[in-house]
């Protein structure tokens, strides 16, 4: 078996749109996704790459094409998690839900490390929730594989951030989340989007929250209501999975000014 440690390079929050004049809150999306995914061709070829959700701003199967088209110029394997901005039927004729699971989730593995992604959309709505149907999915999955140095991917934020009216966008069930992810010590970390900014923290049971800053445009941390922080570049996330189970991580803003209108 091989001993070396795995690339996991993870991506959120794009939002892509059909016409090429759409700006996300003054930033080109496509554009910063260009200028992402060219930071990315320089650095390790990952043995994964995770993307979080709201590939698209609300648009249709032509985005996402698009997307799994450009994505594959990574040369490495893909998980596609739906976030709130995208749309059932058009994501789920770009990436069809695994069989015998739960909505989109799903158990990849990348060497001795496992990926279990969640599908924590509710379509049409804005906050995200699991339901009990997928937590159970979850547990199973956990007690499946106990010794498996485990990460837990989903779209939205399963606890309050500091950032006031994202808070109130979080998963509806993050409490019964977490209570879940910590009754099995394999999980090392949640990885996670929708916040629009860098968040690296720990529970009380030492599980890793981590989410990594839009692709597109950046909100305001700690704002009462909706900012966006105008200045903010996009970024990626590197994370090296070593075989002893520890994560190391580092977020990386490509150079230049890219995607502002």
Do not use: K
Not at 11 to 33: K, N, Y
Not at 181 to 204: K, M
Not at 220 to 235: C, K, L, N, T
Request: net charge negative; hydrophobic share 45%.
């Amino acid at each position: 078996m091989c001993s070396r440690a795995r690339i996991l390079l993870h991506l959120s929050d794009i939002h892509l749109a059909s016409g090429p004049a759409w700006r996300h809150h003054g930033v080109d999306p496509q554009a910063r996704l260009t200028q992402v995914l060219g930071q990315a061709r320089q650095g390790p070829r990952p043995d994964l790459v995770l993307v979080t959700g709201d590939i698209a701003h609300d648009e249709g199967a032509a985005v996402y094409q698009r997307f799994r088209r450009e994505i594959r110029t990574l040369g490495a394997p893909v998980q596609v998690l739906p976030g709130n901005h995208d749309v059932p039927a058009a994501f789920t004729e770009a990436y069809p839900a695994a069989d015998g699971a739960v909505g989109f989730a799903a158990e990849r593995w990348v060497g001795p490390w496992r990926v279990l992604s969640l599908d924590s959309q509710i379509p049409g709505e804005v906050p995200g929730r699991l339901g009990d149907e997928q937590l159970r999915w979850l547990e199973a999955a956990l007690a499946a594989a106990p010794r498996a140095p485990t990460l837990v991917a989903l779209h939205h934020a399963p606890v309050a951030i500091g950032t006031p009216w994202l808070d109130a966008h979080r998963v509806a069930d993050g409490t019964a989340l977490l209570a879940c992810l910590e009754r099995n010590p394999q999980v090392r970390a949640v990885l996670f989007g929708h916040v629009h900014q860098a968040v690296d923290r720990a529970t009380e049971a030492g599980i890793r929250l981590l989410a990594t800053p839009a692709v597109t445009v950046q909100f305001q941390p700690g704002s009462q209501r909706f900012a966006v922080a105008a200045d903010e570049p996009p970024a990626l996330r590197w994370l090296t999975l070593e075989t002893d189970g520890a994560i190391e991580t580092v977020l990386q803003q490509p150079a230049g000014e890219g995607g502002r209108a």
